[in-house]
Nanobody, 122 residues
Framework: QLQAFGGGLVQPGGSLRLSCAAS????????IGWFRQAPGKEREGVSC????????YYIDSVKGRFTLSRDNARNTAYLQMNSLKPEDTAIYFC?????????????????WGQGTEVTVSS
């Protein structure tokens, strides 16, 4: 089970930290991905983090602004989002995939959280 939370309404230039808490997983070897889906658009991969903290960012516009980290003791991942822009507005989902490698496609992930809404607007 995955629970994503931390979304909300923020002004342009503001920050949010999203959390993804995992429970009930049968293996400790998994990667955590964050995806987002804006209205009328397909779900896209934002970032992914491997077990030992190596992270990858798939959207050029978030590089340098978003930071993904994880706390394995808490089975939780954190997506720190700074300098938010209106185009970051979307529902953000976290997902887990068993194994060691990160992927950027939703179909590559086994378990999904319910999503948390992020709105960047003045």
């Amino acid at each position: 089970q995955l629970q994503a939370f931390g979304g909300g309404l923020v002004q342009p230039g503001g920050s949010l930290r999203l959390s993804c808490a995992a429970s009930g997983l049968t293996s400790a070897n998994y990667v955590i991905g964050w995806f987002r889906q804006a209205p009328g658009k397909e779900r896209e991969g934002v970032s992914c983090i491997m077990r030992h903290g190596e992270s990858t960012y798939y959207i050029d516009s978030v590089k340098g602004r978003f930071t993904l980290s994880r706390d394995n003791a808490r089975n939780t991942a954190y997506l720190q989002m700074n300098s938010l822009k209106p185009e970051d507005t979307a529902i953000y989902f976290c997902a887990v995939r068993d194994g060691y490698r990160c992927y950027d496609q939703p179909n590559d992930f086994n378990y999904w959280g319910q999503g948390t809404e992020v709105t960047v607007s003045s």
